[in-house]
């Protein structure tokens, strides 16, 4: 069967610190995977999503950044974080074209003060 | 790009009643899979049911079932004996055939009242 995990499970970062956030997938190969953010008691805001390694596509201009380095690693970066950056980011994976339903990890929470 | 509007930010029922939560999509697709995913207080996003929308059966999973109106391109989701465990916030989401994006309406918040 197919896992998702993320780490960490909550972050707390000063302004202007740099950021990575890791997302992996067991249990399948070339998925679809994709980076959310979500503000409290918000909806889910679609960050990068990537169909393949290195294939990265930005739905948000912003200071984050997303890298795919291996089959089913998926890296979430940011050089200097913002106050705004706070908020639950959640990781999700699905199958390619054809593929239906999306699976997501338990998330993390980043908080920058 | 494809809406999906969810109209009722937040719902209420008594424990062991019957809710519908509602949503609405705009698509110019003919198929398509809609989806209801649950987030608990823990922030987990759960699969709760989807909908293949060339099937015409409504889909069903256990006290979950929908009701799918693909010429209205509306996909209700009813609870029924609903538990304090159902309380969460309801995400209706939609995803075409061919599209690698998923989009998310904007959740509907429901409380279980004991």
């Known amino acids: 069967s197919q896992t998702i995990h993320q780490w960490p499970a909550t972050l707390v970062q000063p302004v202007g610190s740099p950021l990575s956030l890791e997302c992996t997938v067991e249990?399948?190969?070339?998925?679809?995977l994709y980076w959310y953010r979500q503000a409290a008691g918000r909806g889910l805001q679609l960050l990068f999503y990537?169909?393949?390694?290195?294939?990265i596509s930005s739905e948000v201009p912003q200071n984050l950044s997303a890298s795919r380095p291996q089959d089913r690693q998926f890296i979430l970066s940011s050089k200097k974080l913002l106050l705004s950056d706070s908020g639950f980011y959640l990781c999700?994976?699905?199958?390619?074209?054809?593929?239906?339903?999306?699976?997501f990890g338990p998330g993390t929470r980043l908080t920058v003060l | 790009a494809q809406t999906v509007t969810q109209s009722q930010p937040e719902m209420s029922v008594q424990e062991a009643e019957t809710v519908t939560l509602s949503c609405t999509y705009d698509?110019?697709?003919?198929?398509?899979?809609l989806f209801w995913y649950k987030q608990p207080p823990s922030r987990q996003m759960i699969l709760v049911i989807r909908?293949?929308?060339?099937?015409?059966q409504n889909a069903t999973e256990n006290r979950f079932s929908v009701n799918f109106q693909k010429a209205a391109k509306s996909f209700s989701l009813k609870i029924s004996d609903s538990q304090l465990g159902d309380a969460a916030m309801y995400f209706c989401?939609?995803?075409?055939?061919?599209?690698?994006?998923?989009?998310f309406g904007t959740g509907t918040s429901l409380t279980v009242i004991p």
């Open positions: 909908q293949e929308a060339y099937k015409q």
């Open positions: 999700a994976w699905s199958l390619g074209a054809g593929g239906d339903t999306q699976y």
């Open positions: 249990g399948t190969s070339n998925p679809n």
């Open positions: 989401a939609y995803r075409s055939l061919t599209g690698n994006q998923f989009y």
């Open positions: 698509t110019s697709e003919s198929d398509y899979y």
């Open positions: 990537s169909v393949g390694i290195g294939q």
